[in-house]
């Protein structure tokens, strides 16, 4: 079997006779009459069955200090889970929040404390300020985007590289404009490129200077446990280093069980500094009274301690970890040595981050949706939707069962490299 050669350095003949071929496959994969979705980073069913414990607890009414966790109060949430996910964060329990079932609610929810009322530092509410950016590393999480556009905040764009955001870039970017409120990332197994932001650049982005007394980093840990080989990251300890630099209220940290237990009704996680933390508790008091106490008590009992979790998350492991191999497989089946795609082999998360040909993951994702494969549309990876080379494509390969991904992702390879030859045909 001879080796590919890079489609670019094809002749012309040799160009339309690939061409043709991947038309003809093309046609092929159509009258399969496919109907497959590899959109969402969902959980999927054997994933959810392995919770399927929760549904018989708690065995009580009462935590450890013999409070009915049926009535109202308790803030900040059962004592007991948040010493469970204080460990697995590598923070202190007093730092740790727990609330309902989706951490973006608690992202939102701090992002409107600031925006109406400023945080510790702030010299006024964020809606008095003529301007509010934040810095959004790209490709990144479309949901930290839409919020952003939401609140009607200006979006900069950094890099993403494998160790993390562009320190570089950040820091220019804070170091003059008190306008550059924040940043968001995913520090381990970032959505959707898997990077993992090294120590290095972690402390670093705790430490810079910037022009903005009350410049905040949410620090969205939705993938620190979601390992996918055994060697496992460890998330940088944002909270201690920001301590140590002299700027504890920069990080805002968050996390989930959605993708652990139950996605719609798990606990969420924030966890902050001390001062942080009375200011937020302050405003929530306000919106609450105590959040859903019971689940709380319902997981502590279902995973027992920090241990439990990472033996559940070995389990999950073992579910979606071919998944992801298969991915790789039948990229690299279809488009290795052709020089028109790279994708990242993620060691941990949710996705799979695939760069095509310069100005055609736009007509990827259309040709993928007229052979019945839906993909997350090109661009989502960035603010507002607008990736500037539309080469991005997000791959979220964890909910359909692996005999599915493998047919989808073998048609995905297909809409690449038919792509890629319509254009190198122009």
């Known amino acids: 079997m001879s080796t590919p050669q890079p489609l670019a350095t094809l002749s012309p003949e040799d160009l339309a006779g690939f061409l043709a071929e991947r038309r003809a496959a093309y046609a092929a994969l159509q009258a399969k009459g496919l109907s497959l979705d590899l959109t969402r980073?969902?959980?999927s069913t054997a994933q959810l069955d392995l919770s399927n414990g929760l549904l018989h607890l708690p065995t009580t009414t009462t935590?450890?200090?013999?409070?009915?966790?049926?009535?109202?109060?308790?803030?900040?949430?059962?004592?007991?889970?948040r010493e469970i996910f204080a460990e697995l964060l590598w923070v202190d329990p007093e730092q740790v929040i727990?609330?309902?079932?989706?951490?973006?609610?608690?992202?939102?929810?701090?992002?409107?404390?600031?925006?109406?009322?400023?945080?510790?530092?702030?010299?006024?509410?964020?809606?008095?300020?003529?301007?509010?950016?934040?810095?959004?590393?790209?490709p990144g999480y479309d949901r930290h985007f839409t919020m952003l556009a939401d609140f009607g905040i200006e979006m900069l764009s950094v890099p993403m590289n494998d160790d993390?955001?562009?320190?570089?870039?950040?820091?220019?970017?804070?170091?003059?404009?008190?306008?550059?409120?924040?940043?968001?990332?995913?520090?381990?197994y970032a959505n959707p490129s898997g990077s993992v932001c090294s120590e290095q650049v972690a402390a670093e982005l705790m430490s810079m200077p910037t022009a903005a007394p009350d410049f905040r980093i949410m620090w969205d840990n939705a993938y620190a446990f979601h390992h996918l080989t055994?060697?496992?990251?460890?998330?940088?300890?944002?909270?201690?280093?920001?301590?140590?630099?002299?700027?504890?209220?920069?990080?805002?940290?968050?996390?989930?069980?959605s993708k652990i237990t139950f996605a719609g009704s798990g606990v969420s996680v924030l966890a902050q500094s001390s001062e942080n933390k009375a200011w937020y508790l302050k405003h929530l008091s306000l919106a609450s009274i105590g959040p859903d106490k019971v689940n709380h008590l319902r997981h502590v009992e279902f995973f027992g301690s920090p241990d439990g979790v990472r033996a559940h998350m070995r389990k999950h492991r073992e579910i979606?970890?071919?998944?992801?191999?298969?991915?790789?497989?039948?990229?690299?089946?279809?488009?290795?040595?052709?020089?028109i795609a790279r994708w990242s082999q993620p060691t941990g998360g949710y996705f799979v981050n695939l760069d095509v040909m310069d100005g055609t993951a736009s007509r990827v994702v259309a040709l993928a949706k007229e052979a019945g494969i839906a993909l997350t549309p090109a661009g989502s990876a960035f603010p507002h939707n607008l990736d500037p080379n539309d080469r991005n494509?997000?791959?979220?390969?964890?909910?359909?069962?692996?005999?599915?991904?493998?047919?989808?992702?073998?048609?995905?390879?297909?809409?690449?490299?038919?792509a890629a030859a319509e254009k190198l045909s122009q």
């Open 41 to 43: 980073g969902k959980p």
């Open 63 to 81: 935590d450890r200090s013999g409070a009915d966790v049926r009535n109202y109060g308790g803030l900040e949430g059962l004592a007991e889970l």
């Open 98 to 138: 727990c609330g309902g079932n989706s951490s973006l609610s608690l992202m939102h929810q701090v992002m409107t404390f600031l925006m109406l009322w400023g945080g510790p530092g702030s010299e006024r509410p964020w809606r008095d300020e003529p301007t509010v950016k934040f810095i959004c590393p790209v």
């Open 164 to 188: 993390g955001p562009d320190v570089t870039a950040v820091k220019a970017l804070v170091a003059d404009d008190p306008a550059v409120k924040g940043m968001w990332i995913v520090p381990t």
């Open 230 to 257: 055994e060697d496992e990251a460890k998330s940088a300890d944002a909270l201690s280093l920001a301590s140590a630099a002299g700027n504890p209220n920069r990080p805002l940290m968050f996390a989930s069980t």
């Open 320 to 339: 979606i970890a071919p998944k992801f191999a298969a991915v790789n497989a039948a990229l690299t089946a279809e488009l290795a040595g052709l020089d």
């Open 393 to 418: 494509i997000r791959l979220a390969p964890s909910f359909p069962p692996l005999a599915e991904v493998e047919t989808a992702m073998a048609g995905v390879a297909t809409c690449v490299a038919l």
